[in-house]
């Protein structure tokens, strides 16, 4: 018996250590990557990849080193590291042993398998990689894998009111299909992207339809020869002083990856335990209004349940923590004109809602989960009191929240597109903050090719600070 409590003892302190946040864990590579150290930062996940194979948070390793690689222009490199987060995800096989033991602990036990929204923004930093390199072809290839994830996602999810639909990631498929002149495709894409737009975004994340999008879906609409859907859509925006203006130079697409996405931290609720009649328990918290019942085994003949000494216990659950937007307007200058660069993706409030959306079946595993190590801990008591308090005081400390996500993907995604002439042409990029007054300027400069695309993405890693985490 002695060494079985030294074996529990020592599972505790192994504990002790593994009780902070993801955040927290990376905090090395956090403070080089948020100050913008990007070498520095690449040089820490580099010191980490001979142990990352069998960890079960390659995945998030493997989408960070791509952003990072990506933001440094390594672009091939990027890629390889974001290619084999698509075929984690794609290859995915659950694993039972896991998966139990994080039933009877919690589910960091289990390997990170991305949110909805992650599984989509890993080909948009793909697709982005291959068009800076200007192959257009590799990055049609990720616009049919975003379209294959799109379906899966829309078939996930039955209720019209939760995400299951990407308007961002239909515009950027336009803008790749434009880019490749297949104005038909295109069209389809920008019409898709608008209606999402529309239905969803307006209401769910306050996010409208971008007025770029708008001016490229009649541009594709009257390069396709679709003639009465480019009247009709003038007619809707109240643009019907619209005219296709051809362009003898070529154009710039410039996106804005704004801020960091929100963090994951923990929350804790205390349950109340109500018994019923036969082996039901009600787990209630009267301040938010909750109520789970359970029907657990019942032994009729003391008429009692392995639960029945529970009164109360607590339970620990996700939420995100917004990392707000530091600047909030941005603009290019190109001669003498401004353009204005819109909000096309939140991604925060995407996460945020997702999240939401599956609360209740986090509830429940969750509850399940604590139901479980209650019973493991009432079995113990019967055959000794002191292994069942070590059983107890064991679950309490593995009691967390799985507080994993991508946190180097942007708060928000803006974008615009601007004609260029031919030759050497200046761009300049503004950022204000109106609430602090400060701005900053980026100057870009290209040689542009009559009919050419370029592309072209700025992350700004600032965002306010925040004290609550």
Excluded at 105 to 116: H, I, M, V
Excluded at 132 to 153: P, S, T
Aim: overall charge negative; hydrophobic content about 35%.
């Amino acid at each position: 018996m002695i060494n079985l409590y030294k074996s529990l003892i020592f599972s505790i302190l192994l504990l002790f250590t593994s009780c902070a946040t993801y955040y927290e864990v990376n905090r090395e590579f956090n403070a080089s990557f948020e100050k913008g150290r990007l070498e520095e930062a690449d040089n820490v996940l580099a010191r980490k990849e001979k142990k990352i194979e069998k960890s079960k948070e390659r995945l998030l390793y493997y989408l960070n080193r791509g952003v990072v690689l990506s933001l440094l222009g390594e672009y091939r490199e990027s890629n390889e590291y974001l290619e084999k987060a698509y075929l984690y995800t794609e290859d995915y096989r659950t694993n039972y042993l896991n998966e139990a033991a994080a039933m009877l602990s919690n589910p960091t036990f289990t390997a990170y398998r991305g949110e909805d929204h992650e599984n989509l923004m890993v080909l948009y930093y793909k697709a982005l990689n291959y068009l800076k390199l200007g192959e257009y072809d590799n990055a049609l290839v990720e616009c049919r894998r975003l379209n294959i994830r799109l379906n899966q996602l829309s078939d996930k999810y039955k209720s019209e009111k939760k995400y299951q639909q990407d308007a961002f990631i239909h515009t950027l498929m336009g803008i790749i299909y434009d880019a490749k002149k297949d104005y038909n495709n295109a069209f389809i894409a920008y019409r898709n992207a608008l209606d999402i737009y529309r239905n969803d975004y307006q209401e769910m994340f306050n996010v409208h339809a971008p007025g770029q999008l708008k001016e490229d879906l009649l541009r594709t609409a009257y390069l396709t020869g679709f003639m009465d859907e480019y009247e009709l859509f003038k007619k809707e925006f109240g643009m019907e002083d619209y005219k296709y203006e051809p362009n003898d130079g070529g154009t710039l697409v410039f996106f804005w990856n704004n801020g960091l996405g929100p963090v994951k931290s923990e929350w804790s609720i205390n349950f109340a335990v109500l018994h019923g009649a036969g082996g039901v328990v009600n787990f209630t918290n009267d301040e938010y209004g909750f109520n789970f019942p359970f029907t657990v085994p019942y032994n009729e003949e003391d008429q009692s349940t392995s639960l029945k000494d529970l009164e109360f216990f607590r339970v620990a659950f996700p939420k995100y923590t917004e990392r707000p937007e530091y600047y909030t307007q941005g603009s290019l200058q190109a001669g003498n004109k401004s353009y204005n660069l819109e909000l096309a993706e939140d991604v925060n409030a995407i996460a945020f809602r997702s999240l939401r959306e599956r609360m209740l079946k986090e509830f429940g595993k969750a509850l399940l989960r604590v139901a479980l190590k209650k019973a493991a801990e009432h079995g113990a008591r019967k055959e000794d009191e002191g292994l069942g308090a070590a059983v107890g005081f064991l679950n309490a400390l593995t009691e967390k929240a799985d507080t994993r996500n991508w946190q180097t993907l942007p708060h928000s995604i803006y974008y615009t597109r601007v004609p260029l002439d031919q030759g050497q042409e200046k761009v300049t990029l503004m950022l204000k903050s109106p609430q602090t007054g400060t701005s900053h300027e980026e100057v870009f400069e290209y040689q542009v090719q009559k009919g050419e695309t370029i592309f072209q993405t700025y992350s700004a890693l600032d965002y306010k600070s925040v004290l609550d985490w």
